[in-house]
């Protein structure tokens, strides 16, 4: 399958008590992605559920998760959770909340 490649930085800022992170350095790995990741946040951010931070955490958090239960579906962790999932992201597809 054809992937868009990703480098996914997190850093950490400070802890709970807002006390600097003792981290010496950001957690860094790649992953790929049949969409494009960019055009998910602005999509997400375009619904006006969440402001900018969270709509993004959400898209980039549920891509990432997506796409490797997508490439180990046959994996038994994913088994009882598919189906839920499913729904959810046709909910999500569907537009925003409506309050």
Known sequence: MKQHRY???V????DA?????TYAAPLQFEAGNHD???AIVERMRGRGDFDADTAAALAIG???F???MLENKAHPLFAGFKEHFG???????KGPAVD
């Open 87 to 93: 729904q959810f992201m046709q909910t999500l597809k």
């Open 36 to 38: 494009d990741l960019f």
């Open 62 to 64: 549920l891509k990432l």
């Open 11 to 14: 850093e950490h800022l400070a």
């Open 7 to 9: 480098r996914i930085t």
């Open 17 to 21: 008590k807002g006390e600097p992170s």
């Open 66 to 68: 997506s796409e490797v």
